[in-house]
Protein backbone atom coordinates (compact mmCIF):
# COMPACT_ATOMS: atom_id res chain seq x y z
CA UNK A 1 0.00 0.00 0.00
CA UNK A 2 0.82 3.33 -0.74
CA UNK A 3 0.53 6.55 0.80
CA UNK A 4 -1.42 8.45 -1.56
CA UNK A 5 -2.91 7.58 -4.98
CA UNK A 6 -3.57 10.45 -7.44
CA UNK A 7 -6.50 9.91 -9.85
CA UNK A 8 -6.51 11.53 -13.10
CA UNK A 9 -8.56 11.22 -16.16
CA UNK A 10 -6.91 11.78 -19.45
CA UNK A 11 -8.86 12.96 -22.37
CA UNK A 12 -6.99 14.40 -25.04
CA UNK A 13 -4.74 15.99 -22.53
CA UNK A 14 -1.48 15.56 -24.54
CA UNK A 15 -0.38 19.60 -24.24
CA UNK A 16 -1.02 19.76 -20.49
CA UNK A 17 0.19 16.13 -18.93
CA UNK A 18 3.30 17.81 -18.92
CA UNK A 19 2.62 20.12 -16.06
CA UNK A 20 0.19 18.35 -13.86
CA UNK A 21 2.44 15.07 -13.91
CA UNK A 22 5.38 17.43 -12.33
CA UNK A 23 3.42 18.86 -9.67
CA UNK A 24 2.73 15.48 -8.40
CA UNK A 25 5.77 15.01 -9.02
CA UNK A 26 6.94 18.04 -7.20
CA UNK A 27 5.40 17.19 -4.39
CA UNK A 28 7.50 16.36 -0.86
CA UNK A 29 5.66 13.70 -0.55
CA UNK A 30 7.03 10.84 -2.32
CA UNK A 31 4.96 7.53 -1.18
CA UNK A 32 2.63 8.32 -4.12
CA UNK A 33 1.21 6.65 -7.47
CA UNK A 34 -0.22 8.17 -10.21
CA UNK A 35 -3.05 6.53 -11.89
CA UNK A 36 -4.02 7.87 -15.47
CA UNK A 37 -6.87 6.57 -17.04
CA UNK A 38 -6.78 7.25 -20.96
CA UNK A 39 -10.17 8.25 -21.76
CA UNK A 40 -10.38 7.10 -25.14
CA UNK A 41 -7.89 10.09 -26.29
CA UNK A 42 -7.37 10.31 -30.25
CA UNK A 43 -4.26 12.82 -29.69
CA UNK A 44 -0.57 11.37 -28.41
CA UNK A 45 -2.01 11.68 -24.79
CA UNK A 46 -1.17 8.06 -24.35
CA UNK A 47 2.52 8.47 -25.38
CA UNK A 48 3.15 11.20 -23.00
CA UNK A 49 2.11 9.48 -20.63
CA UNK A 50 4.52 6.18 -21.29
CA UNK A 51 7.35 8.90 -21.57
CA UNK A 52 6.40 10.60 -18.56
CA UNK A 53 6.11 7.20 -16.86
CA UNK A 54 9.70 6.25 -18.36
CA UNK A 55 10.64 9.78 -16.49
CA UNK A 56 9.22 8.89 -13.27
CA UNK A 57 8.16 5.19 -13.03
CA UNK A 58 5.21 5.30 -10.86
CA UNK A 59 2.50 6.02 -13.19
CA UNK A 60 0.10 3.35 -13.36
CA UNK A 61 -1.48 3.67 -17.07
CA UNK A 62 -5.14 2.21 -17.89
CA UNK A 63 -6.94 3.04 -20.73
CA UNK A 64 -10.79 2.36 -21.49
CA UNK A 65 -13.44 3.55 -24.20
CA UNK A 66 -14.50 7.23 -24.21
CA UNK A 67 -16.57 6.93 -21.07
CA UNK A 68 -16.54 10.45 -19.24
CA UNK A 69 -14.03 11.61 -16.65
CA UNK A 70 -17.02 10.07 -13.85
CA UNK A 71 -16.48 6.66 -14.81
CA UNK A 72 -12.42 7.24 -15.43
CA UNK A 73 -11.99 7.97 -11.91
CA UNK A 74 -13.70 5.05 -10.59
CA UNK A 75 -11.73 3.16 -12.60
CA UNK A 76 -8.91 4.84 -11.16
CA UNK A 77 -10.58 3.92 -7.72
CA UNK A 78 -10.68 0.26 -8.44
CA UNK A 79 -7.15 0.24 -9.47
CA UNK A 80 -5.59 2.48 -6.72
CA UNK A 81 -3.17 0.73 -4.05
CA UNK A 82 -3.35 3.72 -1.96
CA UNK A 83 -4.37 4.38 1.88
CA UNK A 84 -5.69 7.73 0.69
CA UNK A 85 -6.68 9.20 -2.71
CA UNK A 86 -6.07 12.51 -4.71
CA UNK A 87 -8.00 13.94 -7.88
CA UNK A 88 -6.02 16.17 -10.49
CA UNK A 89 -7.53 16.96 -14.12
CA UNK A 90 -5.00 16.48 -16.43
CA UNK A 91 -5.10 20.59 -17.48
CA UNK A 92 -5.01 21.20 -13.25
CA UNK A 93 -1.95 21.43 -10.99
CA UNK A 94 -1.41 21.07 -7.77
CA UNK A 95 0.32 23.98 -6.17
CA UNK A 96 1.68 24.19 -2.62
CA UNK A 97 4.77 21.29 -3.19
CA UNK A 98 4.06 20.24 0.63
CA UNK A 99 0.54 20.11 0.67
CA UNK A 100 -0.49 16.10 0.14
CA UNK A 101 2.54 15.57 2.95
CA UNK A 102 0.48 17.73 5.43
CA UNK A 103 -2.93 16.79 4.16
CA UNK A 104 -1.92 12.85 4.68
CA UNK A 105 0.06 13.33 8.08
CA UNK A 106 -3.28 14.87 9.12
CA UNK A 107 -5.78 12.41 8.46
CA UNK A 108 -3.20 9.60 9.40
CA UNK A 109 -2.86 10.94 12.79
CA UNK A 110 -6.15 11.31 13.30
CA UNK A 111 -7.94 8.52 11.03
CA UNK A 112 -9.50 10.77 9.14
CA UNK A 113 -11.77 9.93 6.31
CA UNK A 114 -11.79 13.41 4.46
CA UNK A 115 -9.24 15.90 4.94
CA UNK A 116 -9.76 19.29 2.71
CA UNK A 117 -7.43 22.24 1.69
CA UNK A 118 -8.13 25.10 -0.67
CA UNK A 119 -8.85 25.64 -4.43
CA UNK A 120 -7.08 28.73 -6.86
CA UNK A 121 -7.83 29.58 -9.99
CA UNK A 122 -4.99 29.34 -12.42
CA UNK A 123 -4.37 31.24 -16.08
CA UNK A 124 -3.68 29.13 -19.05
CA UNK A 125 0.09 30.32 -18.70
CA UNK A 126 -0.15 28.41 -14.74
CA UNK A 127 -0.13 31.63 -12.88
CA UNK A 128 -2.31 32.36 -10.14
CA UNK A 129 -5.66 34.43 -11.51
CA UNK A 130 -5.46 37.28 -9.21
CA UNK A 131 -8.27 38.91 -10.38
CA UNK A 132 -10.22 36.72 -8.43
CA UNK A 133 -11.20 37.09 -5.03
CA UNK A 134 -10.30 33.48 -3.11
CA UNK A 135 -11.51 34.57 -0.09
CA UNK A 136 -14.25 35.85 -0.89
CA UNK A 137 -15.61 33.22 -3.85
CA UNK A 138 -18.49 31.07 -3.84
CA UNK A 139 -15.89 28.41 -2.64
CA UNK A 140 -15.38 28.13 1.20
CA UNK A 141 -12.04 29.41 1.94
CA UNK A 142 -10.41 27.72 5.25
CA UNK A 143 -8.11 30.01 6.97
CA UNK A 144 -7.07 27.85 9.85
CA UNK A 145 -6.64 24.32 10.42
CA UNK A 146 -10.19 23.40 11.85
CA UNK A 147 -12.69 20.79 11.97
CA UNK A 148 -16.23 21.17 10.64
CA UNK A 149 -19.72 19.45 10.15
CA UNK A 150 -20.62 18.62 7.18
CA UNK A 151 -22.77 21.58 6.76
CA UNK A 152 -19.95 23.91 7.07
CA UNK A 153 -17.98 21.97 3.47
CA UNK A 154 -19.56 24.61 1.15
CA UNK A 155 -21.03 25.05 -2.05
CA UNK A 156 -19.57 24.43 -4.98
CA UNK A 157 -19.11 20.61 -3.78
CA UNK A 158 -15.39 21.53 -4.90
CA UNK A 159 -14.13 17.64 -4.57
CA UNK A 160 -10.71 17.73 -6.19
CA UNK A 161 -8.86 19.74 -3.24
CA UNK A 162 -9.53 16.95 -0.63
CA UNK A 163 -7.93 13.23 0.52
CA UNK A 164 -10.64 10.59 0.71
CA UNK A 165 -9.77 7.58 2.68
CA UNK A 166 -9.96 5.01 0.17
CA UNK A 167 -11.30 1.97 3.09
CA UNK A 168 -14.29 4.87 3.52
CA UNK A 169 -14.92 5.24 0.00
CA UNK A 170 -14.94 1.33 -0.53
CA UNK A 171 -16.84 0.80 2.92
CA UNK A 172 -20.01 3.32 1.82
CA UNK A 173 -20.17 2.64 -1.93
CA UNK A 174 -19.13 6.11 -3.07
CA UNK A 175 -18.50 6.71 -6.56
CA UNK A 176 -18.76 8.86 -9.23
CA UNK A 177 -22.45 8.64 -11.34
CA UNK A 178 -22.92 7.53 -15.31
CA UNK A 179 -23.55 11.71 -15.75
CA UNK A 180 -21.14 13.56 -18.51
CA UNK A 181 -21.80 17.17 -16.71
CA UNK A 182 -22.63 17.21 -12.94
CA UNK A 183 -21.17 13.92 -11.46
CA UNK A 184 -18.67 15.37 -8.98
CA UNK A 185 -20.81 17.32 -6.91
CA UNK A 186 -23.43 13.88 -6.59
CA UNK A 187 -19.99 11.92 -5.76
CA UNK A 188 -19.34 15.00 -2.93
CA UNK A 189 -22.72 15.50 -1.63
CA UNK A 190 -22.44 11.01 -1.14
CA UNK A 191 -19.02 11.97 0.69
CA UNK A 192 -20.89 14.55 3.05
CA UNK A 193 -23.89 12.11 4.16
CA UNK A 194 -21.41 9.83 5.03
CA UNK A 195 -18.88 11.71 7.18
CA UNK A 196 -19.85 13.51 10.25
CA UNK A 197 -16.62 16.04 11.11
CA UNK A 198 -13.96 16.79 8.63
CA UNK A 199 -10.67 18.51 9.14
CA UNK A 200 -9.43 20.80 7.14
CA UNK A 201 -5.87 22.53 6.54
CA UNK A 202 -5.02 26.55 5.49
CA UNK A 203 -2.98 24.87 2.33
CA UNK A 204 -3.59 25.77 -1.34
CA UNK A 205 -3.48 22.11 -3.10
CA UNK A 206 -5.90 22.41 -6.03
CA UNK A 207 -5.05 25.03 -8.72
CA UNK A 208 -8.36 24.87 -11.01
CA UNK A 209 -7.47 26.02 -15.50
CA UNK A 210 -10.40 27.94 -15.62
CA UNK A 211 -9.66 30.05 -18.22
CA UNK A 212 -9.72 26.47 -20.27
CA UNK A 213 -12.50 24.35 -18.90
CA UNK A 214 -14.93 27.49 -19.03
CA UNK A 215 -18.21 28.11 -16.96
CA UNK A 216 -21.20 25.65 -16.79
CA UNK A 217 -22.76 27.26 -20.48
CA UNK A 218 -19.25 27.19 -22.47
CA UNK A 219 -18.94 23.41 -21.81
CA UNK A 220 -22.96 22.31 -22.06
CA UNK A 221 -23.75 22.68 -25.38
CA UNK A 222 -25.78 19.82 -26.51
CA UNK A 223 -29.23 18.13 -24.87
CA UNK A 224 -27.51 15.45 -23.76
CA UNK A 225 -25.37 17.37 -21.56
CA UNK A 226 -27.95 19.81 -20.45
CA UNK A 227 -29.99 16.69 -19.63
CA UNK A 228 -27.39 15.18 -17.39
CA UNK A 229 -26.49 18.50 -15.77
CA UNK A 230 -30.25 19.12 -14.94
CA UNK A 231 -30.05 15.78 -13.37
CA UNK A 232 -27.13 15.90 -11.13
CA UNK A 233 -29.95 18.60 -9.69
CA UNK A 234 -32.31 15.96 -9.31
CA UNK A 235 -30.11 13.54 -7.67
CA UNK A 236 -28.32 15.85 -5.08
CA UNK A 237 -32.07 17.00 -4.30
CA UNK A 238 -33.10 13.56 -3.62
CA UNK A 239 -29.91 12.74 -1.47
CA UNK A 240 -29.94 15.70 0.77
CA UNK A 241 -34.21 15.66 0.70
CA UNK A 242 -33.47 11.55 2.50
CA UNK A 243 -31.01 12.70 4.49
CA UNK A 244 -32.75 15.46 5.85
CA UNK A 245 -29.83 17.95 5.33
CA UNK A 246 -32.34 21.27 4.83
CA UNK A 247 -29.26 23.84 4.77
CA UNK A 248 -27.21 22.52 2.04
CA UNK A 249 -31.07 22.01 0.49
CA UNK A 250 -32.06 25.65 0.54
CA UNK A 251 -28.31 26.53 -0.76
CA UNK A 252 -27.96 24.05 -3.27
CA UNK A 253 -31.39 24.94 -5.08
CA UNK A 254 -30.42 28.03 -4.92
CA UNK A 255 -27.62 26.94 -7.25
CA UNK A 256 -30.45 25.35 -9.73
CA UNK A 257 -31.99 28.68 -9.91
CA UNK A 258 -29.20 30.52 -10.40
CA UNK A 259 -28.37 28.09 -13.40
CA UNK A 260 -31.88 28.56 -14.87
CA UNK A 261 -31.36 32.08 -15.14
CA UNK A 262 -27.70 32.41 -16.33
CA UNK A 263 -27.64 33.30 -19.54
CA UNK A 264 -31.37 33.36 -20.08
CA UNK A 265 -31.35 29.45 -19.78
CA UNK A 266 -35.08 29.68 -18.65
CA UNK A 267 -36.03 30.46 -22.32
CA UNK A 268 -34.04 27.07 -23.93
CA UNK A 269 -36.44 24.93 -25.30
CA UNK A 270 -34.48 22.04 -24.96
CA UNK A 271 -33.96 23.10 -20.88
CA UNK A 272 -37.43 23.67 -21.06
CA UNK A 273 -38.10 19.39 -21.99
CA UNK A 274 -35.64 18.70 -20.21
CA UNK A 275 -37.59 20.20 -17.07
CA UNK A 276 -40.80 18.73 -17.71
CA UNK A 277 -39.39 15.50 -17.77
CA UNK A 278 -37.35 15.66 -14.89
CA UNK A 279 -39.05 17.58 -12.37
CA UNK A 280 -42.63 16.93 -13.26
CA UNK A 281 -42.77 16.39 -9.30
CA UNK A 282 -41.02 19.79 -8.38
CA UNK A 283 -43.55 20.81 -5.65
CA UNK A 284 -41.84 18.11 -3.70
CA UNK A 285 -38.67 20.07 -3.80
CA UNK A 286 -40.34 23.27 -3.61
CA UNK A 287 -42.66 25.48 -1.43
CA UNK A 288 -45.33 27.55 -3.09
CA UNK A 289 -43.62 30.34 -0.96
CA UNK A 290 -40.19 29.86 -2.72
CA UNK A 291 -39.96 31.60 -5.52
CA UNK A 292 -38.18 28.80 -7.20
CA UNK A 293 -41.66 27.20 -6.78
CA UNK A 294 -43.23 30.34 -8.95
CA UNK A 295 -40.26 29.81 -11.72
CA UNK A 296 -40.25 25.82 -12.02
CA UNK A 297 -44.42 26.08 -11.96
CA UNK A 298 -44.01 28.74 -14.87
CA UNK A 299 -41.34 26.50 -16.88
CA UNK A 300 -43.09 23.67 -16.44
CA UNK A 301 -46.59 24.26 -17.09
CA UNK A 302 -46.32 26.74 -20.01
Do not use: W
Not at 58 to 78: L, T, V
Not at 138 to 160: C, D, M, N, Q
Not at 195 to 220: C, M, Q, R, T, W
Amino acid sequence: MVAVSVVMPVYNGSSFLNKSIESIHNQTLKDIEIICIDDGSTDDSLDVLNKLNNEYGNIKIIRQKNSGPGIARNNGIKNAQGEYIAFLDSDDIFLDNSALEKMYTLGKSNDSDLICANLKRINQDYTIDTHYDFLNSRFTYFYKKESLKSEEYGIPFAFYRNLFKRSFLEEHGIDFPDLRFGEDPVFMVNVLINVNEFLALPLDLYGYNHSIGGGVNEKITNFEKKNAYIRHFKDIFDILKKHKLNYIFSIYKKEFIDYLFYSNNIHDNEIRRILKNLFKNYREYFDEDEYGFFLMDYLIKY
